[in-house]
């Protein structure tokens, strides 16, 4: 049974975790890539909860200029 972060978009937590590995590394970054959190925002702190779980290994090297 899969698990949903975000139950208003029907995203399923695999999909903000594929986000997070892809280089999302915020919550808004996530919604753009998932739609997750961009609805009623009761599952940021969800979405949250995975970014700081699964890192990013290259968000180290986006750092701004």
Not at 13 to 31: F, I, K, P, R
Not at 32 to 56: F, N, P, S
């Amino acid at each position: 049974r899969e698990m949903y972060a975000c139950v208003c978009q029907a995203v399923p937590a695999t999909d903000v975790e594929l986000a997070v590995v892809s280089g999302a590394t915020t919550v808004d970054e996530v919604g753009e890539a998932t739609y997750a959190g961009t609805a009623c925002q009761t599952c940021h702190e969800t979405i949250e909860g995975i970014i700081d779980r699964v890192g990013c290994p290259l968000a180290a090297l986006r750092q701004p200029a």
